[in-house]
C-alpha cells in the first residue's frame, strides 16, 4: 500500500487546512486509517484514527474539538480538517493505514505509512 498525503502549507493562527491521504489499494479499507504528527526536535505523536467504517474516531487531547478526521473508502481515502489552527500544530502530518480495523493511537499499530506533508501555522 502506497500513500500519498496532501494539503499542507503555509496558514495564520486561527485559520483552516484540510489534509488528504489517498492509499493506492482498496485494501486500506478494510483497514483503520490515522494521521500523526512530527514537530522539529520531537517525536513522532498520535493526532486522530478512524475505523475502516468511518466511525469510532480518536482524538489525541490537543486537537480534540478542533480536527476532524473522515475517510471515504470508494477512493480509499483519509481526511483531516484542522480549524482554529495554532503555532504548536506546526509539523509535517503523516496518514498511515493500521494493521486492523479498529483504530489506535499507537505508532506500532500502523504497518503502512505516507510521506508526510508540511503544516506550518504562524502567530
Known amino acids: 500500500v502506497q500513500l500519498q498525503a496532501s494539503g499542507g502549507g503555509l496558514v495564520q493562527a486561527g485559520g483552516s487546512l484540510r489534509l488528504s491521504c489517498a492509499a493506492s489499494?482498496?485494501?486500506?479499507?478494510?483497514?483503520?486509517m490515522g494521521w500523526f504528527r512530527q514537530a522539529p526536535g520531537k517525536e513522532r505523536e498520535f493526532v486522530a484514527a478512524?475505523?475502516?467504517?468511518?466511525?469510532?474516531?480518536l482524538y489525541s487531547d490537543s486537537v480534540r474539538g478542533r480536527f476532524t478526521i473522515s475517510r471515504d473508502n470508494a477512493e480509499s481515502a483519509v481526511y483531516l480538517q484542522m480549524n482554529s489552527l495554532k503555532p504548536e500544530d506546526t509539523a509535517v502530518y503523516y496518514c498511515?493505514?493500521?494493521?486492523?480495523?479498529?483504530?489506535?493511537?499507537?505508532?506500532?499499530?500502523?504497518?503502512?505509512w505516507g510521506q508526510g506533508t508540511l503544516v506550518t501555522v504562524s502567530s
Open positions: 498511515a493505514v493500521a494493521r486492523l480495523s479498529v483504530p489506535s493511537t499507537s505508532r506500532s499499530s500502523y504497518g503502512y
Open positions: 489499494k482498496r485494501t486500506a479499507s478494510n483497514n483503520a
Open positions: 478512524i475505523s475502516w467504517r468511518g466511525g469510532g474516531a
